[in-house]
């Protein structure tokens, strides 16, 4: 019982980072109004999936291997960029096509962007590994640390999930449908710019 304050402080923490709009804000949206509610579902799946890897890696030390060999990490942020311009690009190229009927893109699709987007900035490594170091206490036991994963992936997939809904509701898409072409620039434009940001950082 006696770690259960540090795990409230974790996810308090982690709740108001999450909500913050990013990328993975950018992709949900974008799945849930252009293609559909289970599209955006399925984004969020995927970044899920992504935030458990980096919790969990960051709990085995990752942040330190990626400290250790630059080369590594600098390989992951190019890679990240690459991503996220390809992203942005697509979207670009997408703003004049008329709205994909429900179902129309596989589920795998949807799940992979949201889990190559989470994973496309390396930082999250870092982030994670000065976050557990400052709110957790000296060699937690095991199933704190397991605790601390599910507990920020579920507030990772509550938040994401939430967006999805509301942004899959008939008046968001009606208003998305009316401005598609400028929404979908503006999409790629925000790809785009978070692209080249992580390249330059």
Do not use: E
Request: positive net charge.
């Amino acid at each position: 019982m006696r770690y259960l304050p540090n795990l409230g402080v974790l996810a308090a923490v982690w709740a108001a980072v999450v909500i913050s709009p990013g990328p993975d804000f950018v992709a949900t949206i974008h799945a849930a109004t252009s293609r559909s509610r289970h599209a955006g579902l399925a984004v969020v799946a995927g970044i899920a999936i992504g935030t458990a890897i980096w919790a969990t890696g960051a709990l085995a030390g990752l942040a330190l291997l990626l400290a250790r060999a630059s080369w590594l990490l600098d390989v992951v942020r190019v890679g990240g960029a690459v991503l996220l311009c390809w992203l942005g690009l697509r979207a670009i190229r997408h703003a004049g096509k008329p709205v994909a009927p429900d179902g129309a893109a596989a589920p795998s699709r949807p799940l992979r962007t949201g889990l190559l987007t989470d994973l496309a900035n390396p930082k999250a490594a870092l982030f994670w590994s000065s976050l557990f170091a400052a709110l957790q206490p000296a060699h937690p036991p095991a199933w704190v640390q397991v605790a601390s994963v599910v507990v920020v992936v579920a507030i990772a997939a509550a938040w994401y999930g939430l967006v999805a809904v509301a942004f899959s509701l008939a008046p968001v898409a009606r208003v998305y449908r009316r401005g598609k072409r400028w929404l979908d620039y503006l999409t790629g434009g925000v790809f785009l710019a978070l692209a080249s940001r992580l390249a330059t950082d």
